[in-house]
T-cell receptor, first 113, second 112 residues
Framework: DAGITQSPRHKVTETGTPVTLRCHQT?????MYWYRQDPGHGLRLIHY???????DKGEVSDGYSVSRSKTEDFLLTLESATSSQTSVYFC????????????FGQGTRLTVV | KNQVEQSPQSLIILEGKNCTLQ??????????LRWYKQDTGRGPVSLTI?????NTKSNGRYTATLDADTKQSSLHITASQLSDSASYIC???????????FGKGTTLSVSS
């Protein structure tokens, strides 16, 4: 999986608790992305980063925040988890911008009860 | 609105048979189109990329076509194998600085 590690791989949490998912890459790619994948929907972009401390929102960013303090790490935080955030979360990386190949991690299955 | 529509939603075929998956898009301007394969429990992996000037591209038993005029692409799988069972996702890239547009995928099941 192109040197991308997501942690944890599975998590069950309670409504209202904060949750942080981690994406770690060893490829030194500039761009990093967080997507969520739900039945009946394509992959949807939550947030992305185009460099250390440079981040921007995607189409479904409400309820999520991100941070990137190092090139290799991109964190996704659910400030107060809700049941609607139960999903599979994928981290992706790409070397340049949108029109280059994105490499995906193995995903994190998050269940909010 | 930029959209990517895939058909069929799901498909079941016998091992050894061929199949074709369709992707229609409304993304404009267009940069490129990728087909990704996603095995159950894994992240998507790129199979092939099609740029505006390309009509056909092969990757082993996978052949992708692109008609930029009608904004249609297809992925043809020849002599299917059990390992081809997966979701196939069409992803379109517009101009630089715009987000990738993902289709919902076609779930292919190959049975013996």
């Amino acid at each position: 999986d192109a040197g991308i590690t997501q942690s944890p791989r599975h998590k069950v949490t309670e409504t209202g608790t904060p949750v942080t998912l981690r994406c770690h890459q060893t490829e030194n790619h500039r761009y990093m992305y967080w997507y969520r994948q739900d039945p009946g929907h394509g992959l949807r972009l939550i947030h992305y980063s185009y460099g250390v401390k440079d981040t921007d929102k995607g189409e479904v960013s409400d309820g999520y925040s991100v941070s990137r303090s190092k090139t290799e790490d991109f964190l996704l935080t659910l400030e107060s988890a809700t049941s609607s955030q139960t999903s599979v979360y994928f981290c992706a990386i790409s070397e340049r911008s949108w029109d280059t190949e994105a490499f995906f991690g193995q995903g994190t299955r998050l269940t909010v009860v | 609105k930029n959209q990517v529509e895939q058909s069929p939603q799901s498909l079941i075929i016998l091992e050894g048979k061929n199949c074709t998956l369709q992707c229609n898009y409304t993304v404009s301007p267009f940069s490129n189109l990728r087909w990704y394969k996603q095995d159950t429990g894994r992240g998507p992996v790129s199979l092939t990329i099609m740029t505006f000037s390309e009509n056909t591209k092969s990757n082993g038993r996978y052949t992708a076509t692109l008609d930029a005029d009608t904004k249609q692409s297809s992925l043809h799988i020849t002599a299917s194998q059990l390992s081809d069972s997966a979701s196939y996702i069409c992803v379109v890239s517009g101009q630089a600085g715009t987000a990738l547009i993902f289709g919902k995928g076609t779930t292919l099941s190959v049975s013996s």
